[in-house]
């Protein structure tokens, strides 16, 4: 069992940034998919950014591409996402998932392949 827990959400101006953080509890050595999703009112939730934990491949929508980045920091389970440039529309909550299964390659991530999930952290850009 994996239990996630995001921080690092809250209020900012367009163009300003903000990182999220998601720190992993429980049987962390064994995920190898991580990644963060969001969902705005209203919106279907969509697949951020996502990081496969072994090798570090990435993937990134469009909409955040050159302006979100996804990292990893091992030795204290934690994953990040660094969000520069940020605009009215990315206010969502933002949700961290995980799974045991490597990520597949050239995919768009779904949220029915991750096993975990965060409480999520609210993003508001005005």
């Known amino acids: 069992h994996v239990q996630l827990v995001e921080s690092g959400g809250g209020s900012v101006q367009a163009g300003g940034s903000l990182r999220l953080s998601c720190a992993a509890f429980?049987?962390?050595?064994?995920?190898?998919?991580m990644g963060w999703f969001r969902r705005a009112p209203g919106k279907e939730r969509e697949g951020v950014a996502v990081i496969s934990t072994g090798g570090g491949s990435t993937y990134y929508a469009d909409s955040v591409k050159g302006r979100f980045t996804i990292s990893q920091d091992n030795a204290k389970n934690t994953l990040y996402l660094q969000m520069n440039s940020l605009k009215p529309e990315d206010t969502s909550m933002y949700y961290c998932?995980?799974?045991?299964?490597?990520?597949?390659?050239?995919?768009?991530?779904?949220?029915?392949?991750?096993?975990?999930w965060g409480q999520g952290t609210q993003v508001t850009v005005s």
């Open positions: 429980g049987y962390t050595h064994s995920t190898s998919c």
């Open positions: 998932a995980a799974d045991f299964a490597s990520c597949p390659t050239d995919w768009v991530p779904y949220s029915g392949f991750f096993r975990y």
